[in-house]
Structure formats: structure tokens, C-alpha cells
């Protein structure tokens, strides 16, 4: 159930900002609208898979100012095997990114609300609202991150969420990138959870590979009785559409 998986970010404006090529930035006064799809062999989110192992398409739309400010929309298919079948996920987001020294470290602040249009559950809703604070710093082929993010009332009456993730990658080649991962989720209803990944992502020209293994430290009996909590290979390939200016 989402209470569970307490959606994802996604695919914040942190991490789709890089998918915007340098010279289209400086040469764009009006910014840059960024739209991608996704097709990944399930939806995992803190560790927890939200479409019950199995796979889903994903898109999204992004759009990049040039005074940082930026806005998107995350769609996902999702499984809870819950009675009202829900089905899809809606995520709406905006912030603003700092630069500090000479772009190497950037500052990210984030307001997303997710929703579940076609959600027929009795009592609380799985909508929820969340605030993130990023910061990401790049030296030569390094890049390290941490984010933290606040929900006041997480899906289905859940309560107060507060969750912590750190995130490094480097680049072995301009196309092939090591990344991994680890977080911890503090929730005030619920299993309080860590969760870990390791991975690589492989690109060229407008697709990129995305391949993972993630776990959780959560049992079989705090993820439900259901294996969404199980460690797995996670795989996403993306192709990224042309942007709109």
C-alpha cells in the first residue's frame, strides 16, 4: 500500500536539471522546457517497490528558467493491490536552485504535492504534500549529495515523515557513471526504515540506462507480508525528447 512506499520524488528538479545540455542554457533567455519517458522494470521509491514488482512507464516534463526558478510534473503507474485498484500517480513540483562557487555546489529548494487521481480508498487520502531541502557539490568526476525532505501528513494518516539521503556518483567515462545511495525515513505512524542503493548509469545520445540493486533493512512482516521490501535489480531506461524552447 502507498503508506509504504510514501510516493517519491522522484524525478526532482535537482537531478532532470542535468539533462538540460550547457549551450542550450546560455543561449536560452526564456528557458527550456524537458520531457522525458521512462520505462522501468518496477517503481521503487525509499526501498519499497510501489507497483507491486511489476513494471511501469513513467514521464515527465520539466521546465528550466534561467534565473533557477523551475516547475514539472512526474506521471507514474503504480500498483498498491489495494481494493480501489489504484492505478497512476501524479507528482506537481517547483523550486529554485542556488549556485555557489562557480556552479559547483548547488542549493535546491522544492515544494511537490503528489496525487492519486483515481484513488477509491475509505478514510485518509494517499495525497500528500512534501518539502525538500538539496544540496549537490561537484569536483572534477566526484559529485556528492544530501537532501532532506518534511511531510506534514504522509499518505493514508500515516502522520509527520521526515526523511535524510545521501548520494554519490562518478564519472568513469563521459557516458558510464557509478552511483549509490543511502537514506533513512522517520515516520510517525508506521516502521521507521534505512535503504541503500548501487548502481550505473550508461548513456547515449538521448537514452540512458539506469541499472540498480536496492534494499531496505525493512522485514517481510513490517513491508505487509508482500515482497515490495525485498532486495532487487531495478532497471530504467529513459529517452530524453528533444527541449521545447
Known sequence: MKHLGNSRALRSGL???ALLPAAAQAQSSRGAIITSINVASEYRYQGVSNSNRNPVTQASIYWWRPDNFYAGLFL?????????HTSYEVDLYAGRNFDLNEKKTRITLE?????????????????????KVAARHTQDKLTLGVLTSYVPEASYGSGVAWR???EAAY???PSLTLKGGAGRRWIE???DRSYWNLGAVATWKTLALDVRYV???LSRAECGYRDW???AVVGTLTVNLPPLY
Open 15 to 17: 537531478l532532470i536539471v
Open 76 to 84: 507514474s503507474g503504480v500498483d498498491f493491490d489495494d481494493p480501489g
Open 111 to 131: 515544494g511537490m504535492f503528489t496525487a492519486f487521481p483515481d484513488e477509491h480508498v475509505y478514510g485518509p487520502t494517499y495525497n500528500f504534500l512534501q518539502a
Open 164 to 166: 535524510v539521503e545521501g
Open 171 to 173: 564519472a568513469l567515462t
Open 189 to 191: 505512524r508506521g516502521y
Open 215 to 217: 534494499d531496505t533493512n
Open 229 to 231: 521490501c525485498a532486495p
